[in-house]
T-cell receptor
């Protein structure tokens, strides 16, 4: 089975721009979660989607949004980029049943200049 | 609010040593605890998952234990190798949401 695939691997953007990151979950997985990893804050939960519906949301501003498609693929969008948004963005998928283990992709490294 | 702490933040050992990484959490009402490994610039690789009803899990040279009542977990690595060098993260699932709460990790270096 192919693992979780995130594209692109690297992105460089300028302050004020917006960006879209993509995540393809493991085949058959219906839940996709997004996490932000920074040296200062560590790993923080952004949101989780299940069957095209946002099921949980972390404590991030509205500039961070996401969606999930009928094939379970997910996208995350960040608008009006700030320098502090520079981070490794990780996507994780799971079958979707409560508290099943999460499987992570290799992440997208976003640099905002 | 769940908080997860990992001690030590960094650890350097000679090859062949057995070692223990520690993880503590403040809210014992967890559903499971997962240990991950992260290599520089990469994503997370799941090592072991312990359900709340379990006391330990083993995979090869790795053994993870869970003491829910005291809010602690340990990851034991036997006969460490240079290839074990990485950052090890523990994470818990708790509350009504399904997200993981992560510790800040232990950066392990195994010297040849």
């Amino acid at each position: 089975k192919a693992g979780v695939t995130q594209t692109p691997r690297y992105l460089i953007k300028t302050r004020g721009q917006q960006v879209t990151l993509s995540c393809s979950p493991i085949s058959g997985h219906r839940s996709v979660s997004w996490y932000q990893q920074t040296p200062g804050q560590g790993l923080q939960f952004l949101f989780e989607y299940f069957s095209e519906t946002q099921r949980n949301k972390g404590n991030f501003p509205g500039r961070f949004s996401g969606r999930q498609f009928s094939n379970s693929r997910s996208e995350m969008n960040v608008s009006t980029l700030e320098l502090g948004d520079s981070a490794l963005y990780l996507c994780a998928s799971s079958p979707g049943q409560d508290y099943s283990p999460l499987h992570f992709g290799n992440g997208t490294r976003l640099t905002v200049t | 609010k769940q908080e997860v702490t990992q001690i030590p933040a960094a650890l350097s050992v000679p090859e062949g040593e057995n070692l223990v990484l520690n993880c503590s959490f403040t809210d014992s009402a967890i559903y499971n605890l997962q240990w991950f490994r992260q290599d520089p610039g990469k994503g997370l690789t799941s090592l072991l998952l312990i359900q709340s009803s379990q006391r330990e899990q083993t995979s090869g040279r790795l053994n993870a234990s869970l003491d829910k009542s005291s809010g602690r977990s340990t990851l034991y690595i036997a006969a460490s190798q240079p290839g074990d060098s990485a950052t090890y993260l523990c994470a818990v699932q708790s509350g009504s949401a399904r997200q993981l709460t992560f510790g800040s990790g232990t950066q392990l270096t195994v010297l040849p």
